[in-house]
Nanobody
Framework: QVQLVESGGGLVQAGGSLRLSCAAS????????MGWFRQAPGKEREFVAA????????YHADSVKGRFTISRDNAKNTVYLQMNSLEPEDTSVYYC?????????????????WGQGTQVTVSS
């Protein structure tokens, strides 16, 4: 099993920045990709960004490219999501997720391990 704990959410004005963190513990040697997803009220959970644990290859959803950046610190077993130029449409619960090797870095169903989520609210 892999345990994930997110932190760093909060309330910010439009145009501001936040950095989310996700610390992994447990059987972390099973992790191949780590990702961030988000879910707004009444909407499906959607892919935001992912990073491969060993090579550090990153993927970002079109809606956040140029504003959000995913990164990881292998020594700390932690993945980050730097969010800049935040917009009210970014308001969601943000979830950290991890998956073993295999395709589908942007596919929610490919991730067996999830954090509890952290709320991000962007005011206009």
């Amino acid at each position: 099993q892999v345990q994930l704990v997110e932190s760093g959410g909060g309330l910010v004005q439009a145009g501001g920045s936040l950095r989310l963190s996700c610390a992994a513990s447990g059987r972390t040697f099973n992790i191949y990709d780590m990702g961030w997803f988000r879910q707004a009220p009444g909407k499906e959970r959607e892919f935001v960004a992912a990073v491969t644990w060993t090579a550090g290859i990153t993927y970002h959803a079109d809606s956040v490219k140029g504003r959000f950046t995913i990164s990881r610190d292998n020594a700390k077993n932690t993945v980050y999501l730097q969010m800049n130029s935040l917009e009210p449409e970014d308001t969601s619960v943000y979830y950290c997720a991890a998956k073993p090797a295999g395709s589908g870095s942007s596919i929610r169903a490919a991730y067996p391990w999830w954090g509890q989520g952290t709320q991000v609210t962007v005011s206009s």
